[in-house]
């Protein structure tokens, strides 16, 4: 903790997993607090592994970490999710005063609304879908028996994105839903994946949460092109509400050498994600470099640079990262 509060974020992550490794990995609040500081560096996947992780060691019943994983869903834009966890997190503790704020300013945007109507999802009025967490939502993520991390928000330009819809179903579709994260959550992934595709069935083949979190629990499983055609629904139909989709689009194509189709992607997510998460940037500049694209990876390295420093987070490494770059594209043959 002491290593959060001077910013020494590298030092941080691995004193928090030397601590897991020496306890076997059963040490909930050195996952809570790595997760905090995955967050805070941007690493998403990371920091969803190290919250589920604390989750799971305490059977669901540890608050701040269902706090702290609310806080990651709701930097992704997934908004129903994050309102679960808060929820939960009140549940565990009805004096959790952070959690119960984010719910307090939370409304309907990106939430699953039940009402008794027959299966289909519907947006809510134009006044909720301009409405999303409230302004005074807090954006920082506690790390537990230490101060608060805050998460500082880059200059860089931010493509415009749609506001999130509330989604309308019916009660049984609705806890099928919950039937479906409660098996993800606790790494019954066949289970996770039957339920949310009976929830797609009853929504006419496409329901934007169903089919995210459907690709999730695919990617777990090592179905990867299924999870591309679940994703490649939502990116086209709705990407610009749900920017997060194409991330996690731009990874499996790069897993499979689409490296054109990677960066694509990826540069959508850097695009709209600029203020929350400057890490996407790097994605873009890894998959020009193995395409070849000296002169676009080092631009992207640059901005993620400059993007950093303006946090007054620069990494160590970025020095002799930017000189190795330059110098391999200086000896690289001039392109016809």
């Known amino acids: 903790n002491a290593q959060v509060r001077l910013g020494e974020w590298k030092e941080a992550v691995k004193s928090y997993r030397k601590a897991i490794e020496q ?5 909930s609040r050195a996952s809570n607090n790595l997760g905090v500081v995955l967050l805070r560096e941007g690493r998403w996947d990371e920091a969803y592994e190290a919250f589920i992780s604390a989750l799971r060691q305490e059977s669901f019943r540890y608050a701040e970490a269902s706090f702290n994983l609310g806080r990651l869903f709701a930097a992704r834009g997934e908004n129903d999710l994050a309102v679960r966890e808060w929820r939960r997190a ?18 309907t945007a990106g939430n699953i609304v039940v009402t008794s109507r027959s299966p289909r999802s519907t947006p809510s009025t134009a006044a909720d879908r ?5 302004k005074n939502t807090p954006l920082t993520s506690s790390v537990e028996a230490g101060k608060p991390a805050r998460v500082g ?17 019916d009660p049984e579709t609705y806890a099928l839903m919950q039937r479906g994260r409660t098996a993800r959550e606790r790494g019954r992934n066949e289970e996770a994946v039957k339920d949310y595709r009976r929830v797609l069935a009853r929504m006419g083949g496409y329901f934007p949460p169903a089919n995210l979190e459907l690709s999730y629990v695919l990617m777990t499983l090592k179905r990867n092109d299924d999870a591309i055609a679940t994703l490649l629904q939502v990116s086209l139909r709705n990407g610009r509400e749900i920017p997060i989709s194409h991330y996690h689009l731009g990874r499996l194509y790069e897993l499979r050498g689409e490296l054109g189709l990677a960066e694509d992607n ?32 080092l631009m992207s390295l640059e901005q993620y640079v400059t993007g950093m420093e303006r946090q007054s987070q620069k990494p160590e490494w970025s020095d002799d990262r930017l000189t190795a770059l330059r ?4 000896a690289s043959p001039p392109k016809p």
């Open 23 to 27: 306890r076997k990995g059963r040490y």
């Open 90 to 107: 009140v549940a565990v503790d009805p004096d959790h005063e952070a959690a119960a704020k984010a719910l307090s300013n939370t409304r």
């Open 130 to 134: 301009t409405a999303g967490l409230g």
């Open 153 to 169: 928000a880059s200059k860089l330009q931010r493509v415009a994105s749609r506001p999130l819809p509330a989604y309308t179903v």
């Open 266 to 297: 990826y540069s959508r997510a850097a695009e709209a994600h600029a203020e929350s998460n400057i890490q996407f940037i790097l994605d873009v500049g890894r998959v020009r470099e193995k395409q070849g694209n000296l002169a676009g990876a």
């Open 327 to 330: 110098q391999k594209l200086a």
